[in-house]
Structure formats: C-alpha cells, structure tokens
Nanobody, 122 residues
C-alpha cells in the first residue's frame, strides 16, 4: 500500500556524516513535495529541509542550511537528506513526509513515514 519508509539513521560522533533515505511505495514520489522533519524529546517538531514537486526549489532551516542537503533519485523513488558536520543538537527522530507543497502537512493530509533515529554523541 501507499507508504514512506526512512532509513540510514544511527549513532555518529560530532562532526560526522549520515545520509538518510526516504523511499516511497505505492505512489510516485517525484510528483510530490518532500520534507524532512525532526523531533527531539521535549522539543517541538522542526522542519529541516523541503524540496518542491515542480521546480525543485528547496527551503532549509537556518540551523542546517550550511550542513545538510536534500536530493532526489527518481529511478529509486527515493529522496535523500545528506547530513554533514553533525552536532549533538541534531539528535532527533527524523521523519520524511510527502504533500502537494512545502511544508508537508500533518497526517492524514500529508503522508509520513515512521521515522529513523539519529544520535550524535561522543
């Protein structure tokens, strides 16, 4: 059925890198805007990055603008979040979500994955 699944999270030291993947099943991800959103315990959800469905424009949070990038591989029906120079404050569950426009709306208007844990610690 229609679903999104994130992968690529894990434990990494400060200054390290991770690439998160968001793979869609049951629909064509290229036809949708896709956002990455994170939530740490006790904190509000934070929109990290989003790529539009039409012109490919992107929007990034100030906290990650110079360190993260978002990209698509339409042949794999996947969107990636490349994370570099990771900091402890990047620790969170990272979700991807698809919708008509950036930013993706909450479920059920937007489609969300179950999330993947990223932990940045020495």
């Amino acid at each position: 059925q229609v679903q999104l699944v994130e992968s690529g999270g894990g434990l990494v030291q400060p200054g390290g890198s991770l690439r998160l993947s968001c793979r869609a099943s049951g629909f064509t991800l290229a036809n949708y805007a896709v956002g990455w959103i994170r939530q740490a315990p006790g904190k509000e959800r934070e929109a990290v990055f989003c790529i539009s469905r039409s012109d490919g424009s992107t929007v990034a949070a100030d906290s990650v603008r110079d360190r993260f990038t978002i990209s698509r591989d339409n042949a794999k029906n996947t969107v990636y979040l490349q994370m570099t120079s990771l900091k402890p404050e990047d620790t969170a569950v990272y979700y991807c979500a698809a919708d008509q426009f950036c930013p993706p709306r909450d479920y059920p208007r937007g489609s969300w994955g179950p999330g993947t844990q990223v932990t940045v610690s020495s």
